[in-house]
Nanobody, 121 residues
Framework: QVQFVESGGGLVQPGGSLRLSCQAS????????TGWYRQAPGKQRELVAW???????NYADSVQGRFTISRDNAKNTAYLQMNSLKPEDTAVYYC???????????????WGQGTQVTVSS
């Protein structure tokens, strides 16, 4: 059974930074694509950053230049470094890993509990 534990969220002022972590069990992150997603109240979950099995990174336009996705294969953990945070980044953030197609589509049966990020002054 694949499980994800996201952590690192919190309350931060606009312009601040946070680093999210995603500890995976039951699946080896390093051999699959990995995605970070977010869901704001009343909105659908959206993909914000994804990493191919080969290490290529991709970002949604809304976070390009501000967020960085990475992974530590030894720790089976993915990260999302978020800089220059804006109020519109406020959401619950989730990670998941699988085939590239599933990551891009967000097509998964199981999700972690997510971690809340709130950007407010």
């Amino acid at each position: 059974q694949v499980q994800f534990v996201e952590s690192g969220g919190g309350l931060v002022q606009p312009g601040g930074s946070l680093r999210l972590s995603c500890q995976a069990s039951g699946r080896i992150i390093g051999i699959y694509a990995t995605g970070w997603y977010r869901q704001a109240p009343g909105k659908q979950r959206e993909l914000v950053a994804w990493l191919t099995s080969g290490g290529t990174t991709n970002y949604a336009d809304s976070v390009q230049g501000r967020f960085t996705i990475s992974r530590d294969n030894a720790k089976n953990t993915a990260y999302l470094q978020m800089n220059s945070l804006k109020p519109e980044d406020t959401a619950v953030y989730y990670c998941n890993t699988g085939s590239y197609a599933n990551v891009v589509a967000g097509s998964f049966d199981s999700w972690g509990q997510g971690t809340q990020v709130t950007v407010s002054s």
